[in-house]
C-alpha cells in the first residue's frame, strides 16, 4: 500500500509552563493534538508518533507566558495518499451509484459509478448487493471486501479520498494477488519456450 | 445517452401521473434538474424545490411524490453542489419531525448519502440532524401526547442515521461535538427544550459513538448545568449561616426521607424558579444516565469524566448549589468504588502543597461536607480519612511557632475546621472504633496549640463539637468558649478570606424537589444524626470524667455537669469507654434489662 511513510524530524516542542513539572507528558500532549489532522509541515497527516528528548537544556522564551522550548527528535508515521497512488481498504458500503470504503481505520474513501470500471457490473444475490466482474466471474467486490483503488483526490480537511477503479490493476486485494501469483509460472514457461 | 431522450418530468403534484414515469426516469430528470442549475436554466430546478417544500397538511398523493424524489435525490448525490443548490439543502432541514415515517427515512437515507460522498457535506448534514434534537416546533398546537410520539419517531432515526455516518466516516465524531456545542450554546438557558437536548447527549455518550467523544460530551453537559446552577434563584444570604441550625428549624415539619421542600427558591424571582426546575430535570436525567451507565459497568470510566469535570468546573466555583451532588449521586451507587475514590482524590488536592491554596481549602469543605453527609460511608473509612487530616494538622502545629493569625494560616484551619465538622455528625461511631483513639491525643494537641484553631474556626461547628467531645467523655479544654449562638464570627471570617471558604458546607441538603428524592436515601440528615449526647439530650446519663484535660481543668468544673460525689474519689484513668457501655445498657429496652437495680450499682 502507498501513501504510508515513516519521517524522521527534529523538532523544537513549546511547553507551557504549567507542565514543567512533568515534559515529557507535554511533549506527549502537544504532538497527540497534531493526530489525524493534516500537517503541511510534515507533509501528511500524523498517524502515529514517537518521541525522545535529544536535550535536556530548553531555552525559555520571553514574553507573557514563558513557555520553554524543548529540543525533541521523533519518529513520525505519516499517511500522505499523492493522486494516482494506490491505496487499499475494507468495503463498507456498496451501493449501485458508489462504494464506500474505510482506509486505515479513519479515512472514507468513496468511489463512484461514474469511476467503476465497464468490467465490474452491479448484482444483487441474496439481498445484499456487490460488483461482479464480467470476464471473471470470481472477482467480486461485496461488503467486507478488502479493495486496492487509485486515488483521485485527497481532501485533507476531512480525511477524504476521492477513489478510482478505473485502472486494470484495482480491485478485490484477495483476486489480484491470486492473479499475479499465477501469472508467474506462465512467465516461466515462456522464458523456457524463447530459450528453446 | 442523453437526457434530453427522456421525456421532462414535471414535478408539481397535480400534473404528475407517478403510474407513467418509471423510478429511472425520475432519477435522470432529478439530475437533469440538479444540473440545468448550472447552465441558469432553473425551471426544472424550481419545480423540484417546490415539491420539496411541502406544508404539513399536503395530501397524500404530494408526499408519496416527495418521498420519491427523495428517494432519487439519495442516488444522485454526485449531482448536489453546494453553492449551486444550496436553497435545496436549506430545505432539508427545516421541517424534518413534521412528516410521515417512511418520508422521514427517505430523508436520512438522503443525508446519510450526501455526508458519506464528500467531506464538505458532513458538517451541514450533521447540523440537518442534529437540529432536531431539541424539542420540535409545529406551526400548530399539539398535544404533549402528541409531541412525545413524535419525538419518540424523530430521535430514534437522528440517533441511527449518526451512527451510520460514523461508520462510513470514522472522524466523523470530532465533527458531531463541535456541532452538537454550537447547537447547545443557540438553546437559551431558560429555553425547556434544552431537557430533550441532553438527554439526546447522553443517549450518544452511552453509545458507541460516545466511546471516542463521550468525555467531551459529558464536559459540555456539565458545564451547561454548571451555568444553570449560578443562575438559579436560591438566594445565598441564607449561605451564611451554619446550616445545622437551617435544618433543624425546616426538618422538625417533615420526616425522613421527604421531598424537601422547595421554600427557599418560592421567595426569589420566577425566573429563578423556572431555571432551578430546568436544573432539576437536568439532574434527574443525569441520575438516570449514571444509574444506566452502573448497568452496563461502565461507572468507572464515567466518574474518572466526572471528576475531571469536578475539579474544572466545580471546584473552584464556591457558588455551585446542586452540581456537586452529580458527584454524591454517582458515589453513592458504587460505594466501595466510586466513594472511596472522590474522598481519596480530594484529600490528595487538600495534602498536595503544590496546590494553590484555595483549591486546597476548597477541597477540604469538599471533603467533609461529603464524609458527613455521605450515609454509605463506613465509619471506618471516615475514619482513616479523619486520621490523615489529623496527622497533617498535627505536622503542621509541630513546625510553626506562630499565635492566632488566620490570614497566614488558612489552609490549616479549614483542614482543622474539616475535622471539628465531621466528628460533629460522626463522633458517636468513630469513638467506638479502638483505632482513631489515639488521634483524639494528637487532636488534642492540635487544639491546645498557640494557633488555637477552636478560637477560630466557625463559632457554631466548634460549640457543637465541645458539646459532643463532652458529652462523648473525650477530653476538656480548658479555656470555656461563649460564642452566644453566634453562626461566624470575626476571625472565622478572616481565615474563610473573601471567598467565605468558613461557612462553605457544598454537600447541605439538596433543596430541588426531585433531585434530593434520589439523594435523600443516601443522605445524612442533621437529624437523624445521633450525637453523643443522645436524643433526648440527657445530659445526666454520662457523668463527666476528666481524661486528658490540663491541671487547670479540675478547679474549674464547668456549669452544666453535676459531679457525683461518689465520681470524685474515682481514679482519673479513661473510663470513657465504660462510661459509654453503661449508658448502652441503661438505654436497653425493659425486657432485656439484667436487673432491676439502680444505675449506680454498676460502677465500682
Not at chain 2, 423540484?48 to 395530501?59: I, P, Q, S, W
Amino acid at each position: 500500500m502507498e501513501g504510508l511513510k515513516l519521517s524522521e524530524a527534529e523538532l523544537m516542542i513549546f511547553i507551557h509552563p504549567s507542565q514543567s513539572r512533568n515534559v515529557f507528558q507535554g511533549i506527549c500532549r502537544e504532538l497527540s493534538s497534531l493526530l489525524f489532522q493534516y500537517n503541511e509541515t510534515f507533509d501528511g497527516v500524523l498517524l502515529a508518533y514517537d518521541a525522545t528528548v535529544k536535550s535536556k537544556q530548553a531555552k525559555i522564551l520571553t514574553g507573557l507566558h514563558p513557555y520553554f522550548g524543548v529540543r525533541v527528535n521523533t519518529r513520525l508515521l505519516l499517511f500522505d495518499p499523492k493522486p494516482k497512488s494506490f491505496v487499499e481498504g475494507k468495503i463498507a458500503k456498496i451501493s449501485p451509484e458508489s462504494i464506500h470504503v474505510i482506509v486505515l481505520g479513519f479515512s472514507a474513501a468513496v468511489i463512484t459509478d461514474v469511476d467503476i470500471r465497464e468490467e465490474f457490473k452491479y448484482r444483487v444475490r441474496d439481498g445484499e448487493g456487490s460488483f461482479v466482474s464480467r470476464s471473471h466471474k470470481r472477482h467480486a467486490l461485496k461488503l467486507g471486501t478488502m479493495l486496492r483503488l487509485q486515488v483521485q483526490s485527497f481532501d485533507e480537511e476531512v480525511m477524504h479520498i476521492a477513489g478510482s477503479l478505473l485502472p486494470e490493476n484495482t480491485g478485490c486485494v484477495k483476486w489480484l494477488e491470486k492473479k499475479s501469483e499465477e501469472a508467474l509460472p506462465t512467465d516461466r514457461d515462456h522464458k523456457r519456450r524463447k530459450l528453446a | 445517452m442523453g437526457a434530453e431522450e427522456f421525456p421532462s418530468v414535471p414535478f408539481n403534484s397535480n400534473a404528475m401521473d407517478n403510474a407513467e414515469y418509471t423510478d429511472t426516469d425520475l432519477v435522470f430528470a432529478v439530475r437533469k434538474a440538479l444540473a440545468s442549475v448550472q447552465n441558469g436554466d432553473t425551471d426544472d430546478y424550481s419545480q423540484l424545490k417546490t415539491v420539496m417544500c411541502l406544508t404539513e397538511d399536503a395530501d397524500f398523493d404530494a408526499v408519496a411524490q416527495l418521498e420519491t424524489v427523495l428517494k432519487s435525490l439519495s442516488v444522485s448525490v454526485a449531482w448536489i453542489d453546494l453553492v449551486h443548490h444550496k436553497d435545496l439543502l436549506e430545505a432539508m432541514s427545516l421541517w424534518y419531525h413534521s412528516h410521515r415515517p417512511s418520508v422521514m427515512d427517505a430523508l436520512v437515507d438522503l443525508i446519510i448519502s450526501l455526508a458519506a460522498t464528500s467531506g464538505k457535506y458532513l458538517d451541514p448534514c450533521l447540523n440537518m440532524l442534529v437540529r432536531n434534537f431539541s424539542q420540535p416546533t409545529f406551526k400548530h398546537k399539539v398535544s404533549q401526547t402528541q409531541l412525545v410520539k413524535k419525538m419518540q419517531e424523530v430521535h430514534p432515526r437522528v440517533h441511527a442515521a449518526l451512527h451510520k455516518i460514523s461508520y462510513l466516516i470514522p472522524l466523523a465524531p470530532w465533527n458531531l461535538v463541535s456541532i452538537l456545542a454550537q447547537n447547545m450554546r443557540k438553546i437559551d438557558k431558560k429555553d425547556p427544550s434544552i431537557v430533550t437536548y441532553v438527554d439526546n447527549l447522553l443517549r450518544l455518550e452511552n453509545s458507541s459513538i460516545g466511546e471516542v467523544v463521550g468525555s467531551v460530551i459529558l464536559m459540555m453537559v456539565m458545564e451547561r448545568m454548571l451555568d444553570l446552577d449560578l443562575v438559579s434563584g436560591c438566594d445565598d444570604s441564607n449561605g451564611g449561616m451554619f446550616d445545622m441550625e437551617l435544618e433543624d428549624a425546616v426538618e422538625s415539619t417533615m420526616n425522613e426521607g421527604d421531598e424537601f421542600p422547595v421554600g427557599a427558591l418560592k421567595q426569589n424571582t420566577s425566573g429563578g424558579n423556572v431555571v432551578s426546575e430546568l436544573l432539576d430535570k437536568l439532574m434527574v436525567l443525569f441520575f438516570h444516565h449514571l444509574e444506566s451507565c452502573q448497568n452496563s459497568d461502565r461507572l468507572d470510566e464515567v466518574f474518572e469524566i466526572l471528576f475531571k469535570s469536578f475539579e474544572n468546573y466545580i471546584l473552584n466555583t464556591y457558588k455551585t448549589k446542586f452540581s456537586q451532588f452529580l458527584m454524591f449521586y454517582a458515589c453513592s451507587l458504587d460505594p466501595e468504588n466510586c466513594g472511596v475514590r472522590f474522598a481519596s482524590k480530594l484529600l490528595d488536592i487538600y495534602l498536595s502543597s503544590n496546590t494553590c491554596r484555595l483549591t486546597r481549602m476548597s477541597a477540604v469543605a469538599y471533603l467533609a461536607s461529603y464524609l458527613s453527609r455521605g450515609k454509605f460511608l463506613p465509619a471506618s473509612f471516615v475514619a482513616s480519612m479523619l486520621k490523615r487530616l489529623v496527622d497533617e494538622c498535627a505536622e503542621y502545629c509541630g513546625t510553626c511557632n506562630d499565635d492566632v493569625k488566620p490570614e497566614a494560616h488558612q489552609v490549616f484551619y479549614s483542614g482543622c475546621q474539616a475535622i471539628l465538622y465531621v466528628l460533629c455528625f460522626r463522633m458517636r461511631s468513630i469513638v467506638e472504633i479502638p483505632r482513631f483513639q489515639s488521634q483524639f491525643r494528637s487532636l488534642e494537641s492540635i487544639l491546645s496549640h498557640k494557633l488555637n484553631p477552636l478560637l477560630v474556626c466557625l463559632p457554631s461547628v466548634v460549640s457543637e463539637f465541645l458539646k459532643q467531645a463532652k458529652a462523648g467523655g473525650l477530653f476538656i479544654v480548658s479555656e470555656s468558649f461563649i460564642f452566644d449562638d453566634l453562626h461566624e464570627s470575626e476571625l472565622s471570617r478572616a481565615f474563610g478570606g473573601f471567598e467565605r471558604l468558613d461557612t462553605f458546607f457544598p454537600f447541605d441538603p439538596c433543596l430541588l424537589k426531585m433531585s434530593s428524592s434520589y439523594i435523600s436515601p443516601n443522605f445524612n440528615f442533621w437529624s437523624m444524626v445521633k450525637t453523643t449526647y443522645g436524643e433526648d439530650g440527657d445530659e445526666e446519663l454520662c457523668d463527666e470524667v476528666i481524661v486528658n484535660g490540663d491541671a487547670d481543668s479540675a478547679e474549674e468544673p464547668d456549669d452544666d455537669v453535676e459531679l457525683d460525689s461518689e465520681m470524685n474519689t474515682m481514679s482519673t484513668t479513661p473510663k470513657h469507654s465504660f462510661m459509654r457501655e453503661t449508658e448502652r445498657l441503661l438505654k436497653m429496652p425493659s425486657r432485656i434489662r439484667p436487673s432491676t437495680s439502680p444505675p449506680e450499682s454498676f460502677l465500682i
